[in-house]
């Protein structure tokens, strides 16, 4: 019976539920497209008494709005559904980003910067190729110096008969003294970071290339003491107040006279353990007098003037305040030795 079945289709759509617009379209052809449950009544009522068309086609017009007000709400619900799910969130906190670590040879080298600049010294810079008057002849190296070997150096342009034309990679960050001595007038008080080239076999405790920092003093009247004050300042503000140093006799062509420094072991202050080899001091640079010969061949008289130099490397350093016990790590960029040094800035 016709009737039986409108009030059949009332309850199914009283019931009805659509999650998104592809099942909503579904429910609106099975209701009410043109071969749908609504048509299909529509049909039907054809097909009935005269007597009872009045009554049915109400019911029929009813459930017909019925079916389109409910598919229409089921619309309404979906978009605003919709919307919200398309609404971005611009206050939610976003991924945690991974950040990145400053490399340990950039955080030890600024703080070495920072205890240098706070006691005067400025900042100098060098080309790494250099001619040899740079990196070996200005600084007082014999002709026949083993450095000048292609076992010791790396030659970019090398002249066996005439030392003086060779280009190299610098050995050392001492040039950058030079190129200082030429362009500026005492007092000159700097330092220069920088990278350097060794012709050695990489291995843990041995690199091509690594990095020091050169210090340079110069001024009348500037003498041994100086120098001595200065590197226990530095010496104290990196590895602690308590920190002692020493100064051992060395030699390098460049400085007269020339002395290694240690300081007192990090580890065992001093009392001697497994790190120090039981002495109670490691070596972290070497350091001297300008020698006369270095000063009057960049042209500053040394009669008037005197100066001190220093030179450390920075890898050595950071070996020593963190314990890096492989000289490879610093060129091999693993995260995982890298992010170590996370809290280190
Ligand atoms: N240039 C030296 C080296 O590479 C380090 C050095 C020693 C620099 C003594 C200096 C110094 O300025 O006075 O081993």
Redesign the pocket.
């Known amino acids: 019976m016709l009737i039986d079945k409108i009030e059949a289709l009332k309850g199914q759509l009283a019931e009805l539920t659509a999650s998104n617009a592809e099942e909503l379209e579904n429910l609106r052809i099975k209701y009410l497209s043109k071969k749908g449950e609504m048509a299909a009544l529509f049909n039907e009522f054809k097909t009935v008494s005269a007597d009872q068309k009045r009554e049915l086609g109400q019911r029929l017009n009813e459930l017909k709005t019925i079916a389109t007000e409910k598919i229409n709400a089921l619309k309404e619900t979906i978009g605003t559904q919709q919307k919200e799910a398309n609404k971005i969130d611009i206050t939610r906190p976003s991924f945690p980003a991974q950040l990145g670590t400053r490399h340990p040879i950039s955080v030890v080298r600024k703080q070495i910067i920072d205890i240098f600049s706070r006691q005067g010294f400025t900042l100098a810079d060098g080309p790494e190729v250099e001619d040899d008057w740079h990196v070996f002849s200005a600084l007082n190296f014999a002709a026949d110096h083993p450095a000048r070997d292609m076992q010791d150096t790396f030659f970019v342009e090398q002249d066996k008969d005439d030392v003086a034309r060779n280009i190299v990679l610098r050995s050392?960050t001492?040039s950058v003294q030079v190129r200082t001595m030429e362009t500026q007038k005492p007092p000159i008080r700097i330092i220069c970071p920088g990278r350097v080239y060794r012709n050695e076999a990489i291995t843990a405790r041995a690199h091509c290339f690594f990095h020091?920092i050169?210090g340079l003093y110069i001024d009348k009247g500037v003498t041994f003491a100086d120098l001595r004050q200065v590197l226990l300042n530095f010496a104290q503000e990196l590895f602690g107040s308590e920190t002692k140093i020493r100064l051992r006799p060395s030699y390098?062509p460049?400085?007269e006279p020339?002395a290694e420094m240690d300081v007192s072991c990090m580890l065992c202050g001093g009392e001697g353990c497994g790190f120090c080899k039981h002495t109670g001091w490691v070596e972290i640079l070497?350091?001297?007098m300008v020698d006369p010969n270095v000063l009057e061949a960049s042209g500053i008289d040394s009669k008037v003037y005197s100066g001190y130099?220093?030179?450390l490397g920075i890898e050595r350093i950071t070996n020593l305040k963190y314990m890096v016990k492989d000289l490879r790590m610093f060129s091999e960029n693993d995260v995982r030795f890298l992010d170590e040094f996370k809290s280190a800035h």
């Open positions: 050392h001492s020091q050169e390098f460049f400085t020339s070497g350091c001297g130099a220093f030179g």
